[in-house]
């Protein structure tokens, strides 16, 4: 059900026609497009011509919208936010656009006439997998959020000619392969040829002092390569607002060496073209090598440089001085990855500006904010000196020029404590000198904040601690949120209709979806939602048949775990807990056993050896499970390919339980978590991350918690745990071992898993011995309220009317006031 929002106060006859005036209109503008944009015949379309030419006339309503609202931000002066970002991880457009249009029923009809079924036409559009996981998928939600709220900004990345692998699965590993999803043309961007900006790398610097007295640095790069901008809309709810995404991508200034070319070497002519476009090849080039971590480098300073020139720049058209820009523009680095704009933006200010330094930083400071998104210290980004020396000279100097200030702030506060000025220093002097990016990106922003309540805690305690006594004020929390209208409204229609009939509209008010617990007990509304849930089942059940085979049953419950396969997310522990399932079924097949579907899916780093087998050992469990008679029907396991937006908008609304199993402490937020409760599945989870306000926002009653707590991780890694004595006391628990150790899973390849065991036994940094008998614990109290779908359900409704402030527009309004101070 779509608002009306086009004809307010009409009657149902007047609407009718409306109705079949704006079908009319549509179906002549997709023929129109068709023809004249595509180049197609009705009668010779294919899927993806329609696509395009759907895509295309659902692009022309919203171009006006977007003019618009560029003037009336120039005429009016408003601040904008720049949202910069090495990943945006946006899945397919189509619906996005035209629902938050209002015109899904329009384009539904009008297709139908034309006899295409707009749910297949919807899959012939290739998903934007500009991203890998979490942090990605944030800034997409990000982006239609601040479009929703009518916040000014754009969205800055690298338009990347391939973005995350393809996963396919064979024999039950892990194999990538390029992902292509602009071979068929890309109908949401607008090319803008005329925007280039050239990007320097390399070469040295020349120090002078000019006739008055000053010094000054010249760079002279050697070499050049142009960042040329691409737009995307992205429309807000109900049309409200558009902003651009501009992504970059990247090509030589000389196509080809004509000499070389006529000398007959016709390779080596290309060759410095294809060095420059490298750039926007690849999303996350492997860093397996030397060249490898160069163009990841090389990859981060094109994008923010670029970014910044054009903010720049268009700041200097709108208000002429750069004096203003902090009150005119708000920049956030979404993770280290764009920290190196602290420099970027001072080279700007004091070289080509011509100002002063401790001016030049007080903008800098102002306009930047940092988010920060993980404490693994390897995620942390350093950069060899010496690469970062070659790669970027005259910033090499910038950034020693602002830690030798920093150092004397941090030596006046602290004075005498060299420990301290080692910790806060920009240089790593441990580690052969590496510039911490973290550190850079924190001395340079005004705000640096979290995004979870515990995360943000615990980034105060550990890797920022010394500067955050150094700076008390500047680290704050936000929590992330998703949008609703892609994570509720489109992928799940008809959940969200019962939301709305009980609500109203919650995709311009999060705050009315907490009306849905007057629900809970509503034996006639629970009816409808479970109806609802079961729907989304049997179209997953599906799904499940065509891509692998395996038949389940959708009675069952559907038991979750999607997302990035990593250690900390511990995989593993859930699959350990399935074996142990496995054999407590076998050798007790009588007991009230809850009937469970475990699904899987997710992609490991193409370098990551453990993930990779994790992912095997699952495919390895699925098949000798769903083989065995003995357990059939009360058991199943799946592991579904190539995890990316796409199935998780199918996967999400089939969810009856929620795998939030991180060892504590280590998973920053999570918004997996809020799309799964978002959609009514409930969550088994530690307390980490978002899933301790969740639990606030819930209710203790209506979530399933187990598993040690940050503080307890912690303690039991300096006193030195033993998984030996708890593997010992827990025969369930060394039975699994025992039985994944010794091949049971594995009769091909006896040996496959005994290192992976090994760790277990002698150090299990991720604690799944301590948390294996609550986990397993916690999925026995399920199964018992599996049994009594009345609680089940109740417990449903409590999580989705909990879900509220989990919504990415409560996230962005926070930003907008406490770091951007922009109006909302
Ligand atoms: C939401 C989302 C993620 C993040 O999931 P977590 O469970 O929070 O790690 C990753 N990938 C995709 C495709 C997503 O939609």
Not at 186 to 210: K, L, M, S
Not at 211 to 238: C, K, L, N, S, Y
Not at 264 to 286: F, M, N, T
Not at 391 to 419: C, G, M, T, W
Request: charged share 25%.
């Amino acid at each position: 059900m779509e608002p009306a929002i086009k004809f307010p106060h009409r009657s149902p006859e007047k609407m009718k026609a409306q109705h079949e005036q704006a079908v009319t209109d549509i179906k002549a503008a997709i023929i129109s497009k068709l023809t004249l944009g595509v180049g197609k015949d009705a009668a010779q379309a294919t899927e993806r011509d329609w696509f395009l030419a759907t895509a295309l006339a659902a692009r022309d309503r919203v171009i006006h919208r977007w003019l618009a609202e560029e003037r009336a931000t120039r005429a009016e002066g408003r601040k904008r936010v720049y949202y910069l970002s090495l990943e945006f991880l946006i899945g397919r457009l189509i619906s996005d656009v035209i629902s938050n249009l209002g015109l899904t029923d329009v384009f539904r009809d009008a297709l139908g006439d034309l006899g295409v079924d707009f749910n297949r036409l919807q899959a012939a559009e290739p998903d934007a997998a500009l991203g890998n996981g979490g942090l990605g998928r944030l800034a997409a939600c990000f982006m239609e959020s601040m479009a929703t709220l009518g916040i000014p900004g754009s969205g800055y990345g690298i338009r990347y000619d391939h973005g995350l692998f393809r996963q396919v699965i064979k024999d039950g590993w892990q194999h990538e392969y390029p992902e292509n999803w602009l071979s068929f043309r890309n109908p949401w961007e607008f090319a803008r040829p005329e925007v280039i900006y050239d990007i320097h790398f390399g070469g040295r610097v020349e120090n002078t002092t000019t006739p008055r007295g000053t010094q000054r640095a010249v760079w002279h790069p050697e070499e050049r390569v142009e960042a040329v901008a691409f737009d995307t809309p992205i429309v807000g709810w109900q049309d409200r607002h558009v902003n651009p995404l501009r992504l970059w991508s990247a090509r030589a200034p000389d196509p080809l060496r004509l000499d070389a070319f006529n000398r007959g070497d016709h390779v080596g002519a290309a060759s410095a073209q294809a060095r420059a476009e490298a750039i926007s090849k690849v999303l996350y080039p492997s860093d397996e090598t030397p060249a490898g971590r160069e163009l990841r480098l090389r990859q981060e300073y094109f994008f923010v440089s670029a970014s910044l020139q054009d903010l720049v720049q268009r700041h200097l058209r709108d208000f002429g001085d750069l004096h203003s820009l902090p009150l005119n523009a708000a920049i956030q680095l979404n993770d280290t990855h764009p920290s190196i704009a602290v420099a970027e933006l001072m080279r700007i200010l004091i070289d080509l500006h011509g100002m002063e330094w401790s001016e030049a930083w007080q903008i800098v400071v102002g306009t930047l904010s940092y988010t920060n998104h993980t404490l693994l210290p390897e995620a942390l980004e350093s950069w060899p000196v010496p690469l970062f020396e070659r790669v970027l000279p005259r910033h090499l100097q910038i950034i020693y020029r602002i830690n030798s200030e920093h150092l004397k702030v941090a030596e006046e506060k602290f004075p005498d404590d060299s420990d301290f000025l080692a910790s806060v220093s920009l240089i790593d002097e441990h580690h052969g000198r590496r510039l911490r990016m973290g550190h850079l990106a924190f001395i340079g922003s005004h705000r640096i904040n979290g995004v979870s309540g515990l995360h943000t805690d615990l980034m105060r305690k550990t890797v920022f601690s010394d500067l955050h006594a150094l700076y008390p004020d500047r680290i704050v929390n936000k929590t992330n949120g998703v949008t609703f209208r892609r994570w509720l409204n489109q992928s799940n229609p008809g959940l969200s209709k019962l939301v709305r009939e009980a609500c109203g509209d919650v995709y311009s008010d999060w705050t009315r979806i907490k009306k849905l617990d007057e629900y809970a007990n509503d034996s006639a509304f629970l009816e409808k939602l479970a109806a609802e849930k079961r729907a989304n089942k049997v179209a997953l059940a599906k799904v499940i048949r065509e891509r692998v085979g395996i038949v389940v049953d959708p009675s069952a419950m559907f038991d979750i775990q999607i997302k990035r396969i990593h250690e900390y997310k511990r995989q593993l522990l859930n699959l350990m807990e399935t074996v142990a399932l496995y054999n407590a079924i076998r050798s007790n097949p009588n007991r009230n056993w809850a009937p469970r579907v475990k699904i899987f899916a997710g992609k490991a780093a193409a370098s990551y050896k453990t993930a990779k087998l994790i992912i095997k050992l699952a495919n390895d469990i699925a098949r000798t499970v769903n083989d065995d008679p003995a357990v059939r029907g009360l058991l199943k396991v799946v592991f579904l390919p190539n995890y990316n937006v796409s199935l998780a908008e199918c996967i999400i609304p089939a969810a009856d339980l929620s795998e939030q199993i991180s060892t504590a402490g280590m998973e920053a937020s999570g918004t997996g978590n809020m799309k799964l409760a978002l959609n009514g599945a409930l969550t088994v989870g530690t307390y980490d991350g978002a899933n301790v306000e969740m639990c606030d926002n819930v209710g203790d009653d209506n979530i399933f918690i187990f598993g040690l707590h940050a503080h307890e991780v912690e303690e039991c890694r300096a006193i030195g745990h033993n998984p030996g004595a708890i593997i010992a006391k827990t025969p369930m628990l060394a039975e699994v071992i025992e039985s994944i150790e010794q091949g049971v899973f594995s009769p091909d390849d006896k040996s496959r898993y005994g290192e992976l065991m090994a760790g277990i036994r002698n150090s299990d940094y991720y604690m799944i011995s301590n948390d294996f008998a609550s986990y397993a614990e916690a999925q026995r109290k399920i199964d018992q309220v599996w049994h009594t779908p009345d609680v089940w359900r109740r417990m449903c409704v409590h999580n989705i009317a909990g879900m509220g402030w989990f919504s990415s527009d409560r996230t962005i309004a926070e930003y907008a006031e406490d770091i951007w101070s922009v109006p909302v």
